[in-house]
T-cell receptor, first 111, second 113 residues
Framework: GIQVEQSPPDLILQEGANSTLRCNFSDSVNNLQWFHQNPWGQLINLFYIPSGTKQNGRLSATTVATERYSLLYISSSQTTDSGVYFCAVDGATDSWGKFQFGAGTQVVVTP | DAGVIQSPRHEVTEMGQEVTLRCKPISGHDYLFWYRQTMMRGLELLIYFNNNVPIDDSGMPEDRFSAKMPNASFSTLKIQPSEPRDSAVYFC???????????FGPGTRLTVL
């Protein structure tokens, strides 16, 4: 099945800093989503972005499908951005319907 | 619109007991997914349904786990008998046919003592 790798595994930021999280995947995808899992465990949809660029407030994401990676940008980070960020993909070939999650990036934003 | 609804939000039970987790997908969604999140294995797909029919249950860990979807607005995931290693957060998600984006419920945190 499709492989998903996220980097870095951990990130510590000072409030106000910018950061970039990366998601690499091993095959063509029909779907790629970024999620934020908050400290209460809820999975929050950030972006549905199988290709292209999207922005939502201080967050933006870019997926370059031909090169099989996606980037999540956090600008002017706030303590509420702390949590785990997951990338998940739905492969276009043999893994249709099987949403595969990466291991996540643990982000801690300090005041 | 209401999102995906799961109940209970927290469940604590003793080894050997039957556990039933419940999910109500977003109205009109044709697909329903059950996921499990553990420290060791991360987030993994257990089973998914299309129009109430199970399509792929290859992620169900063993026969103690079963899932049903009796109608378009309700699904259950049952563990019988439960074991301490089943302790995890169980998420339900749904999506519309022809649209790839999945929407997740708040999860049920299960603790088996």
């Amino acid at each position: 099945g499709i492989q998903v790798e996220q980097s870095p595994p951990d990130l510590i930021l000072q409030e106000g800093a910018n950061s970039t999280l990366r998601c690499n995947f091993s095959d063509s995808v029909n779907n790629l989503q970024w999620f934020h899992q908050n400290p209460w465990g809820q999975l929050i949809n950030l972006f549905y972005i199988p290709s292209g660029t999207k922005q939502n407030g201080r967050l933006s994401a870019t997926t370059v499908a031909t090169e099989r990676y996606s980037l999540l940008y956090i600008s002017s980070s706030q303590t509420t951005d702390s949590g785990v960020y997951f990338c998940a993909v739905d492969g276009a070939t043999d893994s249709w319907g099987k949403f595969q999650f990466g291991a996540g990036t643990q982000v801690v934003v300090t005041p | 619109d209401a999102g995906v609804i799961q109940s209970p939000r927290h469940e604590v039970t003793e080894m050997g007991q039957e556990v039933t987790l419940r999910c109500k997908p977003i109205s009109g969604h044709d697909y329903l997914f059950w996921y499990r999140q553990t420290m060791m294995r991360g987030l993994e797909l257990l089973i998914y349904f299309n129009n109430n029919v199970p399509i792929d249950d290859s992620g169900m860990p063993e026969d103690r786990f079963s899932a049903k979807m009796p109608n378009a607005s309700f699904s259950t995931l049952k563990i019988q008998p439960s074991e301490p290693r089943d302790s995890a957060v169980y998420f339900c998600a749904s999506k519309l046919a022809g649209v790839w984006e999945q929407f997740f419920g708040p999860g049920t945190r299960l603790t088996v003592l």
